[in-house]
């Protein structure tokens, strides 16, 4: 019979690994594993040490090797490290092949990502899409994991269900998928309704890299208390808000935040949840300007809206942080005269690749949101005239 493992009562020492290949080179691994070990801390897990190994291709049966397995094996021995994190994905043959060597738990960068959206999960239509996206990691891997899922205790990455015999558990978790796509079908239906019922208003929908700041522009926006903190994926479910610029109603909505490498399955099972993305008529892309790669997260975003069909929308940058961008970026030293050269040029090239549609604030520190403010107001106000030309109670 599956059951579901209890969460961590304790925190986890982990180390974790990555793979430099033809595909992924030395600087782009340690800025995946900069962004693994955020990931990590938000499930509970302090990093001790991290490993990378240079491959033409992945082992099929170790994914790094044995001598570099050899080598973890070594530092983790006596360290009460009870927990190795691969930031690639991994076969089931592969997890179990490595636990034998290493002799404690193996998750892959997908394993912990399910584990963090299981923690955050609250409503009813995030746990079905949380535990539909756990099978479908699960099924694929189950022949190779089965000594893997029957490992006893709870822990990052042991969110998920676990098995007895194989071939049963093949069976049941087949049997569970189909019901959970059932269940997600019913609750889909009923927030299409509830979508309906919302009217003829303009949508606006918040979208972006996890952990940009959405929440708090949506607080700042909306006057309301929308969860916010500073982790991976603090929000889960979509909340939306009316909100009035002015006399003139819209809807604003806060999504859950991309990132790179997210699993598959995760944006299948998620796709209801975006449907929100899908729907809007205007985007705010939110962009954590302070970050150093935060050009490379603009561009996962725009490929995750191509995928979801919603790449079109008219959309407004909102480049968020900028007292940390500037706080990072200029010495203290530095005449004001230059620094305000360097941040006019950044700005003219930004609204020269956005068509003039951005805007630079700080949504902590509440900078220029009365210019986010007049902007989203224009987009908002253009749209309802062009739907609605006869209807003059929505130009106030």
């Known amino acids: 019979m599956i059951e579901k493992k209890q969460a961590i009562q304790q925190e986890e020492r982990a180390v974790i690994v990555g793979l430099i290949t033809k595909e992924q080179t030395e600087r782009q691994v340690q800025e995946y594993l900069d962004e693994l070990v955020f990931l990590a801390e938000t499930a509970g897990a302090p990093i001790i040490k991290r490993f990378t190994q240079k491959m033409a291709r992945p082992d099929r049966a170790t994914f790094v090797g044995k001598g570099k397995l050899e080598e973890i094996r070594d530092f983790i021995t006596g360290r009460n490290i009870t927990l190795v994190i691969f930031d690639d994905e991994l076969s089931g043959s592969q997890i179990a092949n490595i636990e034998k060597v290493l002799n404690v738990k193996v998750i892959d960068r997908s394993d912990l990502i399910l584990d963090i959206f299981a923690r955050r999960a609250r409503t009813a239509q995030a746990k079905v899409q949380v535990e539909l996206a756990q099978y479908q990691y699960i099924l694929p891997r189950l022949k190779g994991m089965w000594s893997h899922l ?205 068509q003039g549609n951005c805007v630079f604030i700080s949504a902590l520190e509440k900078k220029n949101i009365e210019e986010l403010r007049q902007t989203i107001m224009d987009k908002v106000m253009n749209l309802y005239r062009e739907r609605f030309p006869y209807k003059s109670e929505f130009f106030y």
């Open 150 to 354: 029957e490992r006893q205790g709870g822990g990052i990455g042991s969110r998920g269900p676990g098995e007895t015999e194989i071939e049963t558990d093949r069976r049941i978790i087949k049997d569970k998928i189909s019901l959970l796509r059932k269940r997600l079908a019913e609750i889909d239906k009923q927030a299409l309704t509830q979508r309906k019922d919302r009217g003829e208003y303009i949508r606006v929908a918040l979208v972006g890299y996890t952990n940009v700041g959405k929440s708090t522009i949506m607080n700042v926006l909306s006057k309301s208390e929308v969860f916010a903190e500073n982790k991976l994926f603090a929000t889960l479910d979509t909340t939306t808000r009316k909100v009035v610029f002015d006399q003139t109603p819209f809807l604003l909505s806060d999504t859950v935040g991309f990132i790179r490498k997210l699993p598959h399955h995760l944006v299948e099972s998620f796709k209801s949840t975006l449907d929100e993305v899908r729907e809007s008529d205007v985007l705010m892309h939110v962009v954590d300007i302070s970050h150093p790669q935060y050009e490379d997260q603009v561009e996962v975003v725009n490929r995750t809206l191509q995928e979801l069909k919603a790449f079109d929308k008219p959309t407004i940058m909102i480049f968020n942080k900028m007292d940390l961008y500037e706080q990072n970026t200029f010495d203290k030293w530095l005449a004001e005269d230059i620094k305000q050269d360097i941040l006019t040029q950044m700005k003219a090239d930004w609204e020269r690749r956005s």
